[in-house]
């Protein structure tokens, strides 16, 4: 898939591991995407919202919280987002039917996650 869907997408990075979201943001940024982040807790991902991202990707364990408030935050205002997580079983009911990275994952895979929750 083509990367083109992510080049100007100002997106959201979540991720709790730095040289993980290190690792994506450098990835996404080469797509041509303005990279929020990476953002290593909820407090910083939710002082990351403005201005809105267009699309989010989030690790679900945060160390000891969960980014399920950033996922609220994001379904509230519309902004679509993938779930790049080990933690699975952990997501709620309300965010089961949203895109879904099982780690480990590559960043190929997250990127085609990104573009295809962006064109849905």
């Known amino acids: 898939m083509s990367n083109t869907a992510l080049t100007g997408r100002r997106i959201l990075v979540v991720e709790d591991d730095f040289i993980l979201g ?11 995407a303005k990279v929020v ?26 160390g000891d919280e969960t980014s399920f408030p950033v996922a609220d ?33 590559s960043n190929s895979a997250v990127m085609k996650a990104l573009s295809e929750a962006l064109a849905a």
């Open 22 to 32: 290190l690792d994506l943001a450098t990835m996404l940024e080469q797509a041509g």
């Open 73 to 105: 935050a994001l379904a509230q205002r519309g902004i679509p987002f993938v779930f790049a997580t080990g933690a699975a079983t952990m997501i709620p009911a309300e965010h089961q039917s949203g895109p879904l990275c099982q780690k480990p994952v």
């Open 37 to 62: 982040g990476p953002v290593m807790t909820v407090q910083e991902a939710l002082d990351a919202l403005d201005p809105l991202p267009d699309i989010g990707t989030l690790d679900v364990q945060l």
